[in-house]
């Protein structure tokens, strides 16, 4: 990255600046986000206008919020044009309707989602997932690299630092990743990581559960199951961003033992999940009026439903968004980092330390650099 020179009142000074040249951003994902929000706003709407006819409640409105997901799912499949996709989810809505009309099999609304989730709103899910890790990755890269250095943090900084978990006495400047990653499989691991993160912030929803008196009305039962599927496919959407940065280890190198950014945030959510999870206890104990058994079944259907979204959201981007985004951040690597920020001078560090034993290799007297002598008797 050419560092960037900035005129100001007392002249010029070296700008810590993120380069413009660093964007990950494509056409495609600023239509998707673009489309995302235009479509959201007369979803919106409607939400706000039935809500205030009294005909449908809370529980029956939510999933109309998710719409603009199955609908950027449909624009990706025009786009990339995967018309075998396209093909088979018309034939699966069309076959749904037919027998249902014919009395084979009764589709209620709740089945037709959920069909329609695993056919296009799972891909809707991932594209804006990913466009929200090209957006955010090399502006918390960034941040990090100069966290420990500046006089003053920005909000945005302080935000990325208590997220990440990052020490205040860590000398952060030495960033780094694997850069030469290259994926043959599935990571189950990395998966169970990430559902694990959705669990932790599935029990937001579950204290809500419990909490909410009007939760277990006759009259909202039915709306229960889609109103819960609704709220878990937000989830993919904070904890899939982070999977870029264990995929690509992005960590601090120091002396002693390397600090991995993906880390810090499982830090930050194990420390979080503990109060949360105290405080799940107590509702469920003290203050929930509603048949705790009901509660918990509900409970463990949306932590189900939170494994089964995040695990298929998980492998569908694994698959088939992965690739071509860690591609543009390497490319865009080179930029950012083009060579070492440090290089030892030790012969057990890391660097060209390793070459020192080779034939030919010219070597420097250390001396060269100076002594430093202490006066006797201090």
Request: with cysteine; proline share 5%; net charge positive.
């Amino acid at each position: 990255m050419k560092p960037k020179i900035e005129k100001g009142k007392r002249g010029t000074f070296w700008s810590t600046k993120m380069s413009r040249d660093l964007s990950l951003l494509r056409k495609d994902d600023k239509y998707i986000v673009l489309l995302t929000v235009l479509a959201l706003i007369p979803c919106a709407a409607a939400y706000y206008y039935l809500s205030k006819t009294g005909d449908y409640t809370t529980y029956d409105l939510i999933p109309l919020l998710t719409l603009p997901l199955f609908l950027d799912g449909i624009v990706i499949y025009v786009k990339e044009r995967r018309w075998k996709s396209f093909i088979i989810m018309v034939s699966v809505v069309a076959a749904l309707f037919v027998l249902h009309k014919l009395e084979y099999i009764q589709v209620t609304g709740d089945i037709l989602f959920f069909v329609l989730f695993i056919l296009i709103g799972a891909t809707g899910v991932v594209a804006v997932a990913e466009a929200i890790q090209r957006v955010s990755f090399y502006r918390v890269v960034h941040s990090v690299e100069y966290m420990n250095v500046k006089r003053k943090l920005s909000l945005w900084d302080k935000m990325v630092a208590f997220l990440f978990n990052v020490p205040d006495d860590l000398d952060t400047r030495n960033v780094t990743m694997n850069y030469n990653f290259q994926r043959t499989s599935i990571p189950w691991k990395e998966m169970i990581q990430t559902i694990t993160m959705a669990l932790m912030l599935g029990m937001f929803i579950w204290i809500y559960l419990s909490m909410n008196p009007a939760f277990m009305r006759e009259d909202s039962l039915k709306s229960i199951p889609i109103f819960m599927f609704s709220l878990v496919l937000v989830i993919p959407l904070i904890v899939l961003p982070f999977t870029v940065f264990k995929s690509l280890d992005v960590r601090v190198e120091t002396n002693y033992r390397a600090f991995h950014i993906h880390s810090g945030v499982m830090e930050t959510l194990k420390r979080m999940a503990l109060p949360i999870g105290a405080t799940l206890i107590f509702v469920l104990l003290a203050i929930n009026t509603s048949d705790p058994v009901q509660v918990m079944t509900y409970i463990g259907a949306s932590a189900l439903a939170i494994i089964f979204v995040v695990g298929y959201t998980c492998i569908l981007y694994y698959t088939t968004n992965e690739r071509p985004l860690v591609n543009d951040i390497v490319i865009k690597w080179r930029i950012f980092r083009p060579v070492p920020i440090f290089v030892s001078l030790d012969e057990g560090g890391s660097g060209r330390a390793r070459f020192d034993d080779a034939p030919g290799t010219p070597k420097r007297d250390k001396s060269d650099f100076g002594e430093l002598i202490l006066p006797q008797g201090r």
